[in-house]
């Protein structure tokens, strides 16, 4: 996050913020990635963590830069029925970052018919609910239901996947869980699909050098209930560090490290970056607390045997090893990989761009 931190004038509000034909993907939109990518990192780190710090103070400036709140209450007079100043507002509003006025006119709005029927694309319409449940106001539809409308919903044959495909089913994801908090909000039958199809589908963005979709999916797969594929995990970090330059910084595609310097293209790599950091924070996060449960299994099963007087002498040994306190050496250097990655900390445009 030092590279971010140094470079944070780059995500800050111009002139152009509320102009009527500004291009919101290149306003709005890279403040509204930092800040979303700040509160989780926030949420999945330790206060002690430097990277938590970091994640803390380009929050408040983030913040700082919407008027602490009253550019959105502006921007909901100028367009009342656009739903992305309630998509970005929600990631500060998730934080306690909160304006009274804004949410009291949002509030009123979202009443409307004509805001319950604006159409948009399925999984934009999940953003949408899960920006009214974070920022507390009544959900206008229902989360299952728009689930099943769209492409990830309805488990669609796995090699029909494509770039559009692999950002739409990220976030869709991201939605339903806001943003790696709650795996449990992955339906059984949607987590069973991603366990299955992630693996292949990442061998092949990293093929192809789509590091930014690859990061996405590296984040969705650590926002999915269940143990972590730590298999998947050390071979997926391992390629997608070649990709990261000295600098931490992370191209949305193409060569990386060896390539054009991503360091000095702030609008190729600040989303890949951001994302590397927020897969990172949540696969590390994963990590401890897979490692957690299985040392309170093993000390649950090693008290029953003794209990029991169960002859273990063939599995003692095995748990004995993770007992210990030690970490497997596939763990070992999953941890080294995300931590790495975590050190990258940059803006771009990657992802999709967001509509009015």
């Not at 400036?61 to 007079?77: I, N």
């Not at 899960?130 to 409308?149: I, K, V, W, Y």
């Not at 292949?200 to 926002?223: F, I």
Request: aromatic share 8%; glycine share 8%; proline share 6%.
């Amino acid at each position: 996050m030092a590279w971010v931190s140094a470079h944070r004038g780059e995500f800050a509000l111009g002139d152009d913020a509320l102009a009527e034909h500004a291009n919101v993907n290149f306003t709005w939109k890279p403040l509204g990635e930092l800040a979303q990518i700040c509160v989780s990192i926030r949420r999945h780190t330790e206060t002690t963590d430097p990277l938590h710090e970091a994640a803390c103070d380009l929050l408040a400036f983030a913040w700082r830069q919407t008027g602490e709140g009253a550019l959105f209450h502006e921007l909901q007079r100028l367009e009342p029925f656009a739903t992305y100043p309630l998509e970005i507002y929600a990631a500060f509003a998730s934080a306690g970052l909160r304006h009274t006025d804004y949410e009291r006119a949002t509030a009123t709005v979202a009443r409307t018919r004509g805001w319950q029927v604006t159409e948009q694309e399925p999984n934009r319409r999940l953003s949408v609910l899960n920006s009214e449940r974070r920022s507390g106001l009544p959900l206008h539809a229902d989360m299952d239901r728009a689930l099943g409308r769209t492409w990830l919903g309805g488990l669609p044959e796995p090699w029909t996947f494509e770039r559009a495909a692999g950002y739409t089913l990220t976030h869709v994801v991201f939605h339903l869980t806001d943003w790696g908090l709650t795996p449990l909000g992955v339906p059984p039958r949607v987590a069973e699909y991603l366990h299955q199809w992630l693996p292949p589908w990442l061998d092949t963005c990293l093929e192809d050098e789509q590091w930014d979709l690859s990061c996405e999916l590296l984040a969705v797969a650590g926002s999915l209930p269940g143990p972590p594929d730590l298999t998947m995990l050390r071979a997926v970090w391992a390629r997608l560090a070649l990709a990261q330059d000295a600098s931490g910084a992370v191209p949305e595609v193409g060569s990386g490290r060896d390539g054009h310097p991503p360091a000095h293209d702030f609008v190729g790599c600040y989303h890949s970056t951001l994302m590397t950091a927020f897969a990172a924070a949540l696969t590390l996060d994963r990590l401890c607390a897979h490692e957690a449960d299985a040392a309170t299994t093993t000390t649950t099963a090693t008290a029953d045997d003794a209990d029991t007087h169960t002859d273990t002498k063939g599995t003692t040994a095995a748990a004995a090893a993770d007992a210990d306190g030690s970490v497997p050496t596939a763990k070992v250097r999953v941890f080294e990989h995300a931590a790495r990655a975590t050190r990258a900390a940059r803006p771009g445009p990657g992802g999709q761009g967001v509509s009015r």
